[in-house]
């Protein structure tokens, strides 16, 4: 017994000590990043679901039947390495049709958009980004609904004045953009839901995934208070059946303009 040797109690206690102090000291080292300011998760850690967990983004004055719904963006924007929440809204079934007119291609709501994305953190002072982030949910769309080559190419955006949007006055742009359609067979379980007209009623000459030309506006701000980036965007859609060009944009022209005014953030409502 003599020679086993024991414990330095007094040592143990010791290193047990300074390796607490190191732990104490490396958690307060990574609070900031944890936790952000006024107690919010740090861009690290937030991502859409965050996003749509605690924000909601509201507007008003949608066009009768249109339905609104929402779609966290993490893979979608993955390509610019931003995390989000779109939440959007387009044309819902019209009696007697049991099919989204979104997707009826006599209807001034066929191919129209309008939405809001919420962005973590400050992303969108460029003011081409809300078109990029806009080109790659167009083509994830489009990807689900069927298209077998989805594409979008901004043809140009221009400022053309102010609207005044969340309490404050915001920089207004036009754009316009070339596309397709997501018309189809409606096979995918996303172009199921919104659901299609039977192939027998599209008009003459008209192809599943066709060209169409959006046009529309788009505004945007950073939101200090929530550390979100917000852009509101809205367009409606031409194209052409055979010889006649259709152009829904002056239909719906006013109607976007009114939804963009009520664009709002609250807080989402507890689960």
Request: proline share 8%; net charge positive.
């Amino acid at each position: 017994m003599s020679n086993v040797v024991r414990p330095n109690r007094r040592a143990s206690e010791h290193r047990f000590f300074v390796v607490a102090v190191l732990l104490i000291a490396a958690i307060s080292l990574l609070a900031p990043t944890v936790l952000g300011a006024q107690g919010r998760p740090s861009l690290h850690v937030r991502d859409g679901a965050w996003v749509a967990r605690h924000i909601v983004a509201k507007f008003d004055s949608m066009p009768g039947g249109w339905v609104a719904e929402r779609n966290v963006m993490d893979d979608i924007w993955a390509p610019l390495g931003m995390r989000g929440v779109n939440f959007y809204a387009y044309g819902g079934p019209v009696a007697p049709h049991a099919f989204a007119s979104r997707s009826d291609p006599s209807s001034p709501s066929y191919q129209a958009w309008f939405g809001v994305y919420v962005v973590v953190g400050r992303k969108t002072a460029e003011p081409k980004m809300p078109m990029r982030l806009g080109a790659l949910d167009q083509r994830s769309w489009l990807g689900a609904m069927g298209d077998p080559a989805p594409t979008f190419t901004l043809i140009d955006s221009w400022a053309i004045g102010a609207i005044s949007v969340a309490g404050a006055t915001r920089p207004l742009n036009e754009w316009n953009a070339d596309t397709h359609s997501d018309l189809g067979p409606g096979a995918t379980p996303l172009a199921t839901s919104l659901g299609m007209p039977p192939v027998g009623d599209w008009p003459r000459g008209l192809r599943a995934f066709h060209a169409v030309r959006l046009r529309g506006y788009y505004t945007f701000w950073y939101d200090a208070a929530r550390d979100v980036s917000v852009v509101v965007y809205a367009c409606a859609a031409g194209f052409d059946v055979g010889a006649e060009r259709r152009d829904n944009f002056p239909t719906l022209d006013g109607a976007m303009l009114r939804m963009m005014r009520t664009v709002r953030l609250a807080s989402a409502p507890p689960p």
